[in-house]
């Protein structure tokens, strides 16, 4: 399978596109729509009885980071990129919070877990299933590697619910679809879940769905468009030109209190048989 994914391919990536991918990550983390949406799965985690939990795809440490602040939880996370850039990022953000204690970072594949057998009580993959090339081998890691009774916890955005208002309905299919390919590997893949998660082995027991639409103006999805002007050449999908053509529209639009755009969010929260 041939990667396009630039979060799939980091160890690959130079420094504009990794900067670009870490800003994107802290911005979005930060954002209070993306917040609440953590937070929210987090609630239904079992985290004040856990003593372990495993951050796959960790990325900056925006999920750990948050685990660990949480005035419930008093146990130890491993967080896991497959970048080394993206991991020193995360020790480097966590020490800023004072966090550093009670988390750590490792470079590794979440393809190819090296923790043993039933280690973790919690396994979190926040936002990371849609870039790898094998996410079936992601689950059946996470549910290897979680305890009997222990907790899988998936969240992702359906990418191919990703849509921006654009005056030519074709024109605004063909930029969507490039960009959905050159930034994820897998669009489609949050609607296969349930079934994927049952032939991980795992037991489906709650999901939450959100909807981030912005409409006039854009905060959430306008941040985004920066690292489009990165990333999505990097891909080798679009022009330079094609994508800053689209990125300056939707900033206009914006300014101009036309905008529109939308995608959906979901997290599925699964259990490992006892």
Known sequence: MILV??????????????????????????????????????????????????????????????VAGRPEFAGRIVGIDLSPHMAAAARRLAHEQGLAERITFQVGDSQALEEADAACDVVIAHTLMSHVPAPEAVLAEAARVVRPGGTVAIFDI?????TFGTEDPQYGERIEGAISTALLANPR??????????RAGLELVDSLAWVISEIGTGDFWVGA??????????AGVLSLDEIQAFVDAQRRASAEGTFFASANYYAYLARRPA
């Open 189 to 198: 893949l949050m609607r296969t879940m349930p079934l994927l998660l049952r």
């Open 158 to 162: 359906d990418p191919a619910s990703l």
């Open 5 to 66: 994914d630039p979060s799939g391919r980091t160890r690959e990536l130079g420094e504009p596109a990794l900067a670009a991918m870490i800003a994107r990550l802290e911005q979005r983390g930060a954002h209070p729509s993306f917040a609440a949406m953590l937070h929210a799965y987090l609630d239904r985690l079992p985290l004040a009885s856990a003593r372990s939990v495993l951050d796959l795809g960790c990325g900056t440490g925006v999920a750990a980071r948050a």
């Open 225 to 234: 468009l920066d690292s489009f002007l990165v990333l999505v050449p990097e």
